[in-house]
């Protein structure tokens, strides 16, 4: 696959193959093409040359087979949603056009919350809720597209250790459900023992593989170039 | 005028064919503009519909002189507008803002070219630009009646993209639903609620039906469907108050509704600290986390 804005290729020569139930982390630099990687799978960014499918049949967009958890800069803080609003509006790619959520769609939606440890908060505004609180909230929403895949934007940076933690173990369940998740984080200081498989993309795929092969001074160098990287101490520490 | 009782206060305005039309017309918008306006302050297009109710005043002024009913030119011509608006921002060239800069100024001057043809045109184009209740028709009525359940409709039918597009895009597009499209059917939705609300309230006066009132409902309410509801209520409780006062105190109808909407606005904006203040604290973690990252 390759991606460009202009005539520089954001993204060139991307090609990897993902199995069933994977939590995989796509680790790289800012510009390294992280969030590009995951539009372009969306079909909201389009490819120059590449093609993306899954279970064997090109990516179709409509139906929610893949949802998204995006940043939270996408969203429009100022628009007054419940918490069970948001994750209703999982439902609105499966309805199609005209069609009003029933009590099916509630209770999938209500479903997805519990999964997220969310349902307590199902009447809360959304704006009035912690980052993490939200991010949990966005994963219960993309949760009732019924996805094979998940692909989430930075949903472990901008808040604390213990809700990372949270956020990572639910991840972590839901890739032993049998979804697929690919995740975008430029923190490494957080708990890398969830994920299957680390990518280390720059442009191109650097490596990808079990986190411990990923993890090395030599791959780091190569993703990272002279950047500081910081790693949770046990690991590696290199400059 | 004065009156004795509360009942004959509020009954001899009645007894005037032309206050009996115009409170009518005012329920009507009020109601439509509400239910707009609440998506146009959730997507912050108020300049937009300020520059679309200037936009369409060529199309007002042709109908004026061939003596149609000023909504349907002036609806004719705002879309075209919002459509042009679109078009010309998807080229990339020009910004949204200069562009519509560009084309409200420009229509705008077509308009009042058009209409200084008419001798002693400066009555008929003070009607025009604030409003001038008094001269609304029964044609008007049935037109502003048929627009409005039209566009009511509109949005009822799909609400639940609107309400996506309008709470987050990128979700619209990853489930496939038309985005831009959208966002052009919402500007042409503006369009003809601003036209037909020009008689009542004139076009420089018209963004503050549609943006004041659910405005005022978003300090008091946080569902969205409770804005578009508050801010019928109070869009019709503000203009027939308004029409009322500009009746009795003799001073312009559009003017009046106006200023009664915006005191509203000011009340609301004063007994709503507790709502305010979470707001307030709410935009201040958000700000902290993106900033932490």
Not at chain 1, 172 to 195: I, V, W, Y
Not at chain 2, 101 to 116: D, I, P
Request: hydrophobic share 55%; proline share 4%; aromatic share 6%.
């Amino acid at each position: 696959m390759r991606v460009s804005y202009g005539a520089q290729p954001v993204l060139d020569d991307v090609s990897f193959t993902l199995s069933r139930g994977q939590l995989v982390g796509i680790i790289g630099p800012n510009g390294a093409g992280k969030t590009t990687m995951l539009k372009a799978i969306l079909g909201l960014i389009p490819a120059e040359a590449g093609a993306v499918a899954a279970g064997g049949q090109p990516i179709a967009r409509r139906g929610g087979h893949v949802a998204y958890v995006p940043q939270r800069d996408a969203i429009n803080w100022r628009f007054p949603a419940s918490v069970a609003d948001v994750v209703l509006m999982g439902r609105y790619g499966r309805l199609g056009w005209l069609k009003r959520p029933g009590a099916a769609d509630r209770a999938i939606a209500r479903h997805c919350l519990e999964q997220v440890g969310m349902d307590a908060f199902a009447a809360r505004p959304i704006a009035a809720l912690s980052g993490g609180q939200q991010q949990r909230v966005f994963l219960a929403r993309a949760l009732a597209q019924e996805p094979e895949v998940l692909l989430l934007d930075e949903p472990i940076s901008g808040v604390d250790a213990p809700t990372q933690e949270s956020i990572l173990a639910i991840l972590n369940d839901l890739a032993n459900q049998g979804k697929t998740l690919l995740l975008t984080t430029h923190d490494l200081r957080c708990n890398m023992e969830h994920f299957d498989a680390l990518l280390a993309l720059n442009r191109r795929v650097i490596a990808l593989g079990p986190v411990d092969q990923v993890l090395t001074p030599d791959v780091l160098t190569r993703t990272y170039g002279t950047q500081v990287v910081l790693a949770d101490g046990t690991r590696v520490a290199l400059t | 005028m004065t009156c004795d009782t509360l009942w004959s206060c509020l009954a001899t305005p009645l007894s005037f064919g032309f206050m009996q039309r115009g409170l009518a017309a005012a329920v009507m918008i009020a109601i439509v503009c509400a239910v707009i306006g609440a998506f146009v302050v959730m997507q912050e297009l108020a300049f937009i519909g300020d520059a679309l109710a200037h936009a369409s005043f060529p199309g007002v002024v042709i109908a004026f002189l061939l003596k149609f009913p000023l909504e349907l030119g002036g609806a004719v011509v705002g879309i075209l507008t919002a459509l042009g608006i679109g078009v010309l921002t998807r080229r990339g060239k020009l910004s949204q803002d200069t562009a519509i800069g560009v084309l409200f100024a420009g229509t705008f001057a077509l308009g009042v070219a058009l209409l200084s043809t008419v001798k002693n045109y400066t009555k008929d184009l003070f009607g025009l630009l604030l409003g001038d209740v008094l001269a609304i028709q029964t044609s008007d009525l049935l037109v502003i009646a048929v627009m409005g359940a039209a566009m009511l409709a509109i949005v009822f039918a799909i609400y639940k993209e609107l309400v996506l597009v309008t709470f987050d895009p990128v979700q619209a597009e990853v489930i496939g639903l038309p985005v831009s499209w959208l966002h052009e059917l919402l500007l042409a939705l503006m369009a003809v609620t601003i036209v037909i609300s020009i008689q009542t309230v004139g076009i420089v006066l018209v963004v503050a039906m549609l943006v004041t009132p659910a405005a005022t409902a978003t300090l008091l309410v946080r569902r969205f469907p409770l804005v578009m509801l508050v801010g019928a209520i109070q869009g019709v409780v503000g203009t027939i108050t308004g029409l009322y006062l500009s009746f009795y105190l003799n001073i312009a109808s559009g003017a009046t509704i106006v200023l009664v909407l915006t005191s509203m606005f000011v009340l609301a904006l004063i007994f709503s600290p507790q709502l305010g203040s979470r707001h307030h604290k709410a935009s201040h973690t958000a700000a902290r986390e993106s900033t932490s990252r």
